[in-house]
């Protein structure tokens, strides 16, 4: 099993990057997709996640709603972050995870890509 994210960098404030993170060694189709930002000196936090349907999960405190967007191609097994109007606090190093659901239907994301370092200079 592996996960491996791309397309981060360095980019301006206001800028945009899609990062992508291809899949192997899982049925794709029926895993639910998340991606996670680690900030330097903090927790790593989910930014963004999707049902295997294809349904977004709603976060109360989304810190990326309305600039960020997830999206999968089950048929390549890569999930996507798109990412507009960049912010410095942005900066952080990104994951994207995989997992299948506990009993009460929660996904469980237990499969971990190395990350990839996406850089918002103001």
């Known amino acids: 099993v592996q996960l491996v994210e791309s397309g981060g960098g360095l980019v301006q404030t206001g800028g945009s990057l899609r990062l992508s993170c291809a899949a192997s060694g899982i049925t794709f189709s029926t895993f639910a997709l998340a991606w996670f930002r680690q900030r330097p000196g903090e927790e790593r936090e989910i930014v963004a996640a999707m049902h295997w349907s294809g349904d977004i999960y709603d976060y109360a405190d989304d810190p990326v709603r309305g600039r960020f967007t997830i999206s999968r191609d089950n048929a390549k097994s890569i999930v996507y972050l798109q990412m507009n109007s960049l912010k410095p606090e942005d900066t952080a190093v990104y994951y994207c995870?995989?997992?299948?659901?506990?009993?009460?239907?929660?996904?469980?994301?237990?499969?971990w890509g190395h990350g990839t370092q996406v850089t918002v200079s103001s």
């Open positions: 995870a995989a997992g299948r659901y506990d009993d009460y239907g929660a996904p469980v994301f237990d499969l």
